[in-house]
């Protein structure tokens, strides 16, 4: 039932999509970092309607699946705004914003954790707003949420497969039109299955250490 | 807009169904592999390692398409439902299964000493004083999993499966008012979403119902 030789003619295509499938990975967290702390710092305006406005988008983004709103990204938006994006652009943006409502989550857990007494010591010395934040709570409020976030991008990681619905050819993809042109699909499928296994538990265990290392400093 | 409505909520019946028996079945394997996670056999703890550690790490979509394309290879031809239902239920078992065992592992020591000294068997340590307090710390986080499980079910559009989704894109594919359908689709899930998350806050203050 298996085929080894068939697994080892298809493995090199496999093994070349996986870098779309990290790339798309990387990308999609780079902007999912940005947009993450963008948003946790608007949900912190003094201004109600936007930091109101902020939760609402973080509530709706994070309860919609993913699909959909790739789908809305790269089929909808071209039409009703005339921008259009690659697969790659597309799913990078997906992610990012998907991903960034999760990740804004974390930033907040991060800054809510930092002592009063630091907002205070750094009103008493006059540094003004940006270098409160960039030299004062931020650097306190990120090392602390290393490893939640390291999470976040395996996480990621897993999803990406989502992004051969709108044509992007990762792994997944890949393997789907290998399986329609040989009509197997036992052997491609799962390699990718142990290709994504191969990369996400070390990684898992590398961020479980990272855990155990931050609890005991 | 609204009229596209009635074509897209006949995908409505299929996301529920699937939404609910997944989460039947993810929530037992939660359990189960949660507790075997605790077990003193070393032979349990691996095989519950192994369940736990497949699903967690490779993705929903890989196991959605292994089950639905690959399986036949094997003889077993599964209904698209069938697939559906048992990709959802092991995979979100598996995180489950983290969220039960750290959950035991927070009820503090000195209960289940108690619980050794008023000289309770094993099972009515678990029934009576382990798991109702465990259960109060699990509500939140498997709320959490419920809602991804929900997101999770429009993968099943990918293999043919009539949900929400698929009935979105084929509507699309009819009348081609690509915006409007992807808007009221988000909107759709984001209600069910929204339901989901107040059921788990009445479940939660019915749990927490007379503690303090």
Known sequence: MWDWEFAFYVMPDILKAIRVTIAATLAGFALALAVGLALALLRRSAFKPLSLATIGFIEFVRSTPLLIQLFFIFYALPLSTGISFSAFQAGTIGLGFHYGTYLSEVYRSGIDAIPRGQWEAATALNFSRLRTWTKIILPQAIPPTVPVMGNYLIAMFKETPLLSAITLVEMLQTAKIIGSDCYRYLEPFTLVGIFFLLLSYPASVLVKRLEFQLKQQ | ?212
């Open chain 2, 1 to 212: 807009m609204l009229e596209l409505l009635p074509a897209l909520l006949r995908g409505l019946g299929i996301t529920v169904q699937l939404t609910v028996l997944a989460a039947v079945l993810g929530f037992a394997l939660a359990f189960i592999s949660g507790l075997g996670s605790l077990s003193k056999s070393s032979i349990i703890r691996f095989v519950t390692g192994v369940y736990v550690e497949i699903f967690r790490g490779t993705s929903l979509l890989v196991q959605l398409f292994w089950m639905f394309y690959a399986l036949p290879l094997f003889g077993i031809r599964l209904p698209g439902m069938v697939v559906g239902v048992l990709a959802l239920g092991m995979n979100f078992g598996a995180y489950g299964s983290e969220v039960v065992r750290s959950s035991i592992i927070a009820v503090p020591r000195g209960q289940i000493e108690a619980a050794i000294a008023l000289n309770m068997s094993p099972g009515q340590r678990l029934w009576r004083i382990i798991l109702p307090q465990a259960w109060l710390t699990m509500i939140p986080p498997l709320g959490n999993l419920l809602i991804e499980l929900l997101k999770g079910t429009a993968l099943v559009s990918l293999i043919t499966l009539a949900d929400l989704a698929f009935q979105g894109f084929s509507l699309r594919e009819t009348t081609g008012r690509t915006t409007e359908i992807y808007s009221l689709l988000l909107m759709i899930y984001f209600v069910l979403a929204f339901f989901i998350t107040a059921g788990m806050r009445w479940l939660e203050r019915r749990a927490a119902m007379g503690r303090s």
